[in-house]
């Protein structure tokens, strides 16, 4: 049996601040199910403390790892997974978010933070945190967890390492001095391995030390070798192109699936289409909207970022505050974006609705509600709620970028007869294409024989993480062939 440690800094249901937190509390359970020894470690933020249930101290034994660490173990809830927290509080146990402060900033001493938790996640990985196990796979996510394969790399024997990016945009860079105080082999400041304009990167010590690249999208991991996506480290990724390669993240149909449900006002599947109506007028009516069931609404959930394209999106409110449409949003960010927006629905309020922040039911209730889901993202390494808008038979509208064009078949004439039309792809991030492909969506919601034939091809698509998790299994025997 494959033994894997999974390194990550964020884990759904425990914390989670975006993509990587759903992967790292999903992947790990359809890995189990496919046969591997898989044990989960994260920081011991105070958040996951207060949700991780029962937890045994299994190590102190990481006395040449300051500050004073501990390890916890547990279970990831409603699970039989082992969890190993690293617990070292004057790094973790703080209020705020686990990487910025309650002001949003960053936390002055992430480096360090980080790069404690990569020193315990390496020793856990060679048995000197005596925990008597040792994995053959070590699989690291992001730039917080980047420094682990470039410590291994250092060990004479080591397990293979695995490294996943899940946004190239997040780097995890430090200045000389923060390098200085890390107690950190100085080999590792070097063009060859983490030094990256005079700075040391995390996310580049991830990359070029571990046996095996990946990234969540075969879309996007040839986008990140090119200048336009590359965030800069698109020649670093170029020279170890053959050990790159793409796997599409899963989403978890437990719990995002309109036939089960709980957070939803009507349970429905595309034989019961008809009940979705009634999700859309109960949340009209909690949105203090006009109740109307045949009024097209269109959704979004998301970072308020330049990213995600929101200025797309508050550029085109004013005009559709004109036609006969309700829009639903939820998310945060920008202040200035969640400033913009709040204006512009306060002035529509009639029709439009926000509710600045996040609400795990209200984004439920979004997907199962909404008729047509916007993502204008400019960059997407993968991307989970067109996926889930194409389970809800809310269909999407995308640009054709990273994981949105791997998952969305643009609703073309010919894809439509063909019943392979699953949303509207839009190839350019300006106004004028995404306004042009909400019209035309608004325009096949008009016309119901199609569009049924539209969400019911959505609707059948299977992104589960079954077949994620058999694909990254194939990546971790090639590790393991590649560190020899």
Request: a neutral charge; glycine letters at 8%.
């Amino acid at each position: 049996m494959l033994k894997t440690l999974f390194a990550a800094s964020e884990a759904h249901p425990l914390i989670k601040t975006g993509g990587l937190g759903d992967v790292a509390g999903a992947l790990p359970i359809a890995l189990q199910k496919s046969g591997t020894d898989i044990r989960v470690v994260l920081p011991a933020y105070r958040k996951v403390l207060e949700k991780a249930g029962r937890l045994e101290l299994v190590s102190s034994q990481l006395d040449s790892i300051p500050p004073t660490v501990r390890i916890l173990e547990g279970r990831l809830p409603n699970t039989n997974i082992l969890l190993w927290l690293v617990d070292a509080p004057t790094l973790f146990d703080r209020s705020g978010e686990p990487y910025s402060d309650t002001s949003g900033e960053d936390w002055p001493d992430n480096a360090l933070r980080y790069s404690t938790f990569s020193k315990v996640v390496s020793a856990i990985a060679n048995d000197k945190a005596k925990l008597n196990w040792r994995p053959d796979v070590v699989h690291c996510n992001d730039w917080q967890t980047g420094l682990v394969p470039a410590l291994l790399s250092l060990e004479k024997q080591r397990p293979a390492t695995i490294f996943t990016i899940h946004n190239m945009a997040y780097q995890g860079t430090f200045d000389w001095q923060q390098f200085n105080q890390l107690d950190l082999p100085s080999s590792l400041w070097s063009v060859e391995s983490m030094e990256f304009y005079n700075q040391v990167s995390f996310l580049k010590g991830g990359i070029m030390h571990s046996d095996v690249v990946n990234t969540v999208s075969p879309r996007y991991a040839k986008e990140i070798c090119t200048a336009e996506f590359g965030c800069g480290l698109e020649g670093v990724l170029q020279q170890r192109q053959e050990r790159l390669s793409g796997i599409l993240n899963g989403v978890d149909y437990d719990v995002w699936d309109p036939r089960n449900d709980p957070l939803i006002a009507r349970q429905y599947d595309y034989g019961m289409f008809r009940f979705k109506r009634q999700n859309k007028v109960a949340l009209q009516k909690e949105m203090g909207l006009e109740v109307d069931p045949t009024i097209p609404m269109l959704g979004l959930v998301g970072r308020m970022v330049d990213q995600k394209g929101i200025d797309l999106i508050i550029d085109l409110l004013p005009k559709l505050s004109r036609q006969r449409v309700q829009f639903v949003c939820l998310g945060s960010g920008v202040k200035a974006y969640e400033e913009e927006i709040s204006r512009i629905v306060a002035r529509n309020s009639a029709k439009f609705a926000c509710h600045i922040g996040y609400n795990e039911q209200l984004a439920h209730q979004i997907e199962a509600s909404a008729d047509i889901f916007l993502m204008p993202s400019r960059f997407e390494p993968c991307g989970l709620n067109q996926i889930y808008s194409l389970r809800y038979g809310t269909a999407p509208i995308v640009h054709n970028t990273g994981g949105l064009a791997d998952t969305v078949t643009d609703a073309t004439k010919a894809n439509l007869q063909a019943g392979k039309a699953t949303g509207f792809v839009f190839e350019q991030a300006r106004l004028a294409d995404f306004e042009r492909t909400v019209t035309r969506a608004l325009n096949l919601f008009e016309q119901p024989r199609m569009w049924k034939k539209l969400v019911k091809a959505g609707m059948a698509q299977d992104y589960g993480w079954d077949i994620s998790a058999n694909a990254y299994i194939e990546l971790y025997h090639k590790a393991l062939k590649y560190r020899g």
